[in-house]
Nanobody, 118 residues
Framework: QVQLVESGGGLVQPGGSLRLSCAASGFTVSSYVMSWYRQGPGKERERVALITSTSLGGITSYADSVKGRFTISRDNAKNTVILQMNSLKPEDTAVYYC?????????WGQGTQVTVSS
């Protein structure tokens, strides 16, 4: 059974850091394009980071709003994708979702809440 489970969200002060994890089961993350999306209050869901499959070079890409602050990586041994978030801002407040894509196969996690507030 295919499953994506996000964890690591929470409340953090502006300027702080959080590390989100997306644990996959039922498939191998290294064979998929893995992405992190977020949806803030009253906003559309947007992609913040992406890492291509190993066969495509594991290339990373970031939204301009998070470039230089967020880092996406993959732990193949744990079949997990990580989003390291530094220098967090109130506008980063959102539910963060993990997504796996390969051809017509498309899986989403249930999301984890990140709140940046003093």
């Amino acid at each position: 059974q295919v499953q994506l489970v996000e964890s690591g969200g929470g409340l953090v002060q502006p300027g702080g850091s959080l590390r989100l994890s997306c644990a996959a089961s039922g498939f191998t993350v290294s064979s998929y394009v893995m992405s992190w999306y977020r949806q803030g209050p009253g906003k559309e869901r947007e992609r913040v980071a992406l890492i291509t499959s190993t066969s495509l070079g594991g290339i990373t890409s970031y939204a301009d709003s998070v470039k230089g602050r967020f880092t996406i990586s993959r732990d193949n041994a744990k079949n997990t994708v990580i989003l390291q978030m530094n220098s967090l801002k109130p506008e980063d407040t959102a539910v963060y979702y993990c997504k796996a894509l390969r051809g017509t196969l498309n899986y989403w996690g249930q999301g984890t809440q990140v709140t940046v507030s003093s």
